[in-house]
């Protein structure tokens, strides 16, 4: 099937399928290569330019490998690609948070990054959609997401998530440049190492509270690239926990299991 297709009404019902069974599916070759291929080159330059400058923050995702990323006005063709093809309206379908243009972020995980811990990204009650797509081939080498299909279905507290052990139920996800990875941010998912010599870039298009409030979320701050912290804030404090997750993460675990024990939501 070429990109410019529709998705049929079989696909679609699969689709479905797939996602009411593992909260998450894939889409191969949706996205043109070689838009993909222009936007990793900038996304090169920009990073080298950023990283030879000193414009970077410190800490923010530096010392565990995993930046965010504004993708800048060039992403745009990823989404009307995605539109074209029927997926937005699929998204639609799927859930309700789908309502206007998406949030755009990207993630932009750095040589040698550290394995992210096991998360869900809200609360369980707050779910939205989001649909990955491989601006790279994304593989084991380079850091190809884990996810544990069908945690979507239930909440668990980090407790139980703990001692049921649902880890061993991991599985990792290769995509191929252009390929888009549909999944609720109620799946249980991690970052993984990256084993190679450069960045490996994901895009991300999410639908938290229904999407971007900006008519034009790609033309945000004049369309231009930009780099983000991720889970760590770039201050003292911030980095003393990224510093704590990279030299013991064991003890970053122990914290959220004793979090959990108090706290039912988390």
């Given amino acids: 099937m070429s990109r410019t297709d529709r998705l049929t009404h079989s696909e679609i019902e699969k689709y479905k399928e797939a996602f009411a ?50 993708p800048g006005a060039g992403a745009r063709f990823a989404y009307d690609t995605l539109q074209e093809r029927g997926i937005i309206d699929l998204l639609k379908d799927l859930h309700p948070s789908v309502q206007r243009m998406p949030n755009v972020g990207m993630n932009f995980n750095l040589p040698g990054s550290h394995t992210q811990h096991y998360h869900i990204d809200r609360p369980f009650s707050r779910e939205f959609m ?17 996810v544990i299909p069908g945690t979507h279905k239930q909440f668990y507290r980090y407790t139980r998530f ?6 061993r139920d991991g599985i990792r996800i290769p995509l191929k440049r252009g390929d888009v990875l549909i999944r609720s941010s109620n799946v249980w998912h991690r970052g993984m190492t990256n084993l190679t010599k450069v960045p490996r870039p994901m895009l991300a298009m999410t639908w938290e509270d229904g999407g971007s409030n900006d008519p034009d979320p790609f033309g945000a701050g004049n369309g231009a690239i930009r780099f983000l912290p991720n889970w760590f804030k770039p ?32």
């Fill in 162 to 167: 703990v001692l049921e052990r649902r880890s």
């Fill in 21 to 70: 069974s593992d909260g998450c599916f894939v889409i191969p070759g949706v996205v043109s290569q070689q838009g993909l291929v222009d936007l990793h080159e900038a996304l090169a330059r920009e990073f080298d330019q950023a990283m030879r400058s000193g414009a970077l923050f410190d800490g923010g995702g530096l010392m565990s490998g995993h930046l965010n990323c504004f």
């Fill in 130 to 146: 989001i649909a990955n797509v491989a601006v790279v081939d994304t593989v084991i080498e380079n850091g190809a997401i884990e």
């Fill in 235 to 266: 201050t003292r404090v911030g980095r003393m926990r990224e510093r704590l997750f990279v030299k013991v993460p064991f003890t970053y675990s122990a914290l959220r299991f004793a979090r959990s024990l108090v706290d039912k939501t988390y």
